[in-house]
């Protein structure tokens, strides 16, 4: 079975800062592994994925994350926050091929920038 | 079209009322899901559509729901005698697995509220 833990449901930092989202998984096969984003009233866009390629996968936006099996963790950075990435952002496991399989997500982080 | 689309945008309903909610997803994409993201349960699957294939339903919450896909193309999605705890909003995505497109492409949602 899949599960998604996401660190912190609410998450401040100031424009330009650092920023950093928490992701821990579990899978009992490899997984693939997504953060999605959601602007107000908006669906889920996809910034990046993970599917057993390179572990530092870059996405949209200025994102990025790594794929860290030891810790079961798929963090996402950003080195300098914007005003407009104010938005709550999703992490999500999948089994077996990334668009054949249902995703299973975490509850979300909301990421507030402070000007 | 573009994009997955998804009508109607915003339903109210009166508990013990059905409702049709329906999706249109990417020309040519055989893999169709049904998510639910609500305030206590976070972003939940529902049911996935897989071309001709009987349809995995493993996450409906009751035998209230139930969904169609037509055609391979547009699904709706039923909930009869609907309750309040069935207020939310309904995500629909697709996917075309195996291709370049295997990522799935949400919605906008459809927002149910039940009074």
């Known amino acids: 079975a899949q599960s998604v833990t996401q660190l912190g449901s609410h998450v401040s930092v100031s424009e330009g800062a650092l920023v950093l989202l928490r992701c821990n998984y579990s899978?009992?096969?490899?997984?693939?592994l997504f953060w999605y984003v959601q602007y107000p009233n908006q669906g889920l866009q996809l910034l990046l994925k993970y599917t057993s390629a390179a572990t530092l996968v870059k996405g949209i936006n200025g994102f990025e994350a790594e794929f860290k099996k030891s810790e079961t963790s798929f963090h996402l950075t950003k080195p300098s926050a914007h005003m407009s990435d104010a938005a709550e952002y999703f992490c999500?496991?999948?089994?077996?091929?990334?668009?054949?399989?249902?995703?299973?997500f975490g509850t979300g982080t909301r990421l507030t920038v402070i000007p | 079209g573009a994009g997955v689309s998804q009508s109607p945008s915003n339903k109210v309903t009166e508990k013990g009322k059905d409702v049709e909610l329906r999706c249109d997803p990417i020309s040519g994409h055989t893999a169709l899901y049904w998510y639910r993201q609500s305030l206590g349960q976070g972003l939940e699957f529902l049911i996935y559509f897989q071309g001709n294939s009987a349809p995995d339903k493993s996450g409906l919450p009751s035998d209230r729901f139930s969904a169609e896909r037509t055609g391979g193309s547009v699904s709706t999605l039923t909930i009869q005698r609907t309750q309040q705890e069935d207020s939310a909003v309904y995500l629909c995505?697709?996917?075309?697995?195996?291709?370049?497109?295997?990522?799935?492409?949400f919605g906008p949602g459809t927002r149910l509220l039940v009074l």
């Open positions: 999500a496991v999948s089994e077996g091929s990334a668009g054949a399989n249902n995703l299973f």
């Open positions: 995505a697709s996917s075309s697995p195996g291709t370049s497109e295997e990522t799935q492409y």
């Open positions: 899978s009992s096969v490899p997984p693939y």
